[in-house]
């Protein structure tokens, strides 16, 4: 069986690396974008099994890429994870509104993500097995 492929979006290079490191030692293969236009065209090009998206980016922000992504053929069915730094509801309700699958508030714990990302992975695998 593949590796899944993650799509990690944050415009922190700092971030993007740690995390990187984390799924790939995971066993992920994972692709790096640091704003909404990349994300969205490596999205696309790519087709990852998962994203996880910041919200607050130059580019396009996280809720402009989420809502891209759901609403494209192509990408509509991938599960997409928000870390970010934002916690107030409107931002919450916006992840909602773009079937965001999960919501992850900075600061955080690499292991949660890792978490996140393995059991929806999982899901979807299960899910796409169903059709």
Do not use: C
Not at 63 to 90: C, G, Q, W, Y
């Amino acid at each position: 069986m593949s590796r899944a492929r993650i799509l990690l979006v944050d415009d922190d290079a700092d971030l993007l690396e740690a995390v990187r490191i984390r799924l790939r030692s995971a066993g992920y293969e994972v692709h790096t974008a640091g704003d909404g236009v990349q994300a969205t065209r490596l999205a696309r090009l790519e087709q990852p099994d998962l994203v996880v998206l910041d919200i607050g980016m130059p580019g396009g922000d996280g809720h402009t890429v989420a809502n891209r992504l759901k609403n494209d053929p192509v990408t509509m069915f991938t599960p997409i994870v928000f870390l970010t730094a934002r916690t107030n509801e409107s931002d919450f309700e916006r992840a909602r509104q773009n079937h965001v699958d999960k919501y992850l508030v900075k600061p955080f714990q690499v292991d949660e993500l890792v978490l996140a990302v393995d059991e929806l992975v999982e899901r979807a695998a299960r899910a796409s097995l169903a059709v």
